[in-house]
């Protein structure tokens, strides 16, 4: 823990340096993250991504920080706006499997149905997804 602490002094640091970078933003949530501090990772994710609209790795980040932190509404539509944005060099898989995880958790049985069924399409032997199927 003491060198996250020395690793976000110095990230901060950088972070007034350079208020406009992305990465330097990105890296700082990945350590508030790390540290459970969900509201601090959350802003810095949401910098991330503003200053950098293409930086799909903060947009899953924000996602998955916020389902972890029980905003599953909020994770929820997070993920469903990078599975809009038809990015190449993104695990739509993993994406889906996460999504029909909180559409579950909120009721929403016909959308994660949905979801793991388009898993299944291109993936028909994924267990996670077979699994997944047979509890909705």
Do not use: C, W
Request: proline share 2%; glycine share 0%; no cysteine.
């Amino acid at each position: 823990m003491q060198d996250l602490d020395q690793a976000l002094k110095y990230l901060e640091i950088a972070s007034k340096i350079k208020p406009k970078n992305a990465e330097v933003h990105y890296d700082v949530a990945l350590i508030y993250k790390a540290k459970a501090n969900y509201d601090k990772a959350i802003d810095e994710f949401k910098k991330a991504a503003k200053l950098q609209p293409t930086f799909v790795a903060a947009k899953l980040m924000l996602a998955e920080t916020y389902a972890q932190d029980g905003q599953t509404k909020k994770a929820i539509a997070y993920y469903e706006d990078i599975l809009k944005e038809k990015l190449e060099n993104i695990d739509n898989k993993r994406i889906r499997l996460n999504l029909v995880k909180l559409y579950k958790e909120n009721n929403q049985n016909k959308k994660a149905l949905e979801q793991v069924n388009k898993v299944l399409k291109t993936d028909p032997n994924n267990l996670e997804a077979k699994k997944l199927k047979e509890v909705i």
